[in-house]
């Protein structure tokens, strides 16, 4: 039977505590405390090495506590990860969302920084800083980074943050025997979503919705939005892509893909 307004704003029998708040979703100052509390101290995957394969590759990340990164495959072949902000006056360094840099050059004053975050090169250094300030004054802010679990590469913004293995615990337990597969990245999806993130993560796992979603009834139509879903996704792909259609030797032998996808939260007005 349908309500009335007075029905319609009465609470349902549930105990107090069982109500979540909806300002856990609309709340800017509580989107504040969870990039602080939730995000900043925890690893995060910012990409699969594959994508950055060879030495001097690197992908962009916009970490969700707010720090633009760069993760750099370094001569030595070593994965790190910087903030991509120059530290003479904080432009930002790289643009591209992926790519290959022997060195990495700020457009504003052309200071210049190598894969291990030394900086190279300060442009008219003599003439502007004399010898109070010198190149070998001045480096990349280096972040915490592993290659860990299936080639992720993990990302801690905290200096003293807890090991990666540590924080993870047991939760990979029963994904690692499968991770030993070669990976690699074959397919590249960037959303901008404009909500809460909670929002977009219960949407997609609540199990209530998977019955209808699974329904024989709207499979059909359903499978026919998720295959132009899919078109329009690689017609996307070359715009906004940064994986690279190459594959080296090294990478050709690679037996598992993943989808790779970032997601830009914005804070609902
Ligand atoms: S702000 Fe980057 S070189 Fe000056």
């Not at 609470?11 to 109500?19: E, S």
């Not at 940064?242 to 970032?262: D, E, N, P, V």
Request: hydrophobic share 35%.
């Amino acid at each position: 039977m349908a309500k009335n307004a007075a029905q319609w704003e009465t609470p349902p029998t549930f105990p107090q505590t069982h109500f979540v708040d909806s300002r856990v979703y609309t709340d800017d100052a509580i989107f504040q405390e969870e990039k602080e509390k939730l995000f900043r101290p925890s690893w995060i995957i910012a990409c699969h090495e594959s994508e950055i394969e060879a030495p001097f590759d690197y992908r962009l990340f916009n970490h969700p506590a707010g720090v633009p990164l760069i993760v750099v495959r370094g001569d030595d072949s070593k994965v790190r990860a910087f903030y991509n902000i120059c530290p003479h006056r904080g432009n930002t360094i790289l643009y591209d969302p992926a790519g290959n840099a022997k060195r990495m050059t700020c457009i504003f004053h052309q200071w210049s920084f190598d894969t291990r975050g030394t900086c190279i090169d300060i442009s008219r250094e003599e003439q502007g800083y004399q010898k109070r300030f010198c190149k070998e004054d001045a480096a990349l802010r280096e972040v915490k980074c592993e290659v860990a679990y299936g080639g992720f590469v993990w990302i801690n913004i905290t200096d003293n943050c807890m090991p990666l293995r540590e924080f993870i615990g047991g939760a990979m337990d029963i994904l690692e025997p499968y991770m030993e597969e070669p990976m690699e990245v074959f397919h590249f999806h960037k959303a901008h979503v404009r909500t809460n993130f909670k929002l977009w993560h219960d949407t997609n796992t609540t199990s209530i919705a998977s019955p209808a979603c699974c329904s024989p009834a709207i499979s059909s139509a359903a499978i026919r939005r998720l295959r132009t879903g899919m078109r329009r996704s690689a017609r996307c792909r070359s715009s906004t892509t940064s994986t690279k259609g190459r594959k080296s030797a090294r990478w050709a032998g690679r037996k598992w893909r993943l989808a790779a996808g970032t997601w830009s939260i914005s804070f609902p007005e």
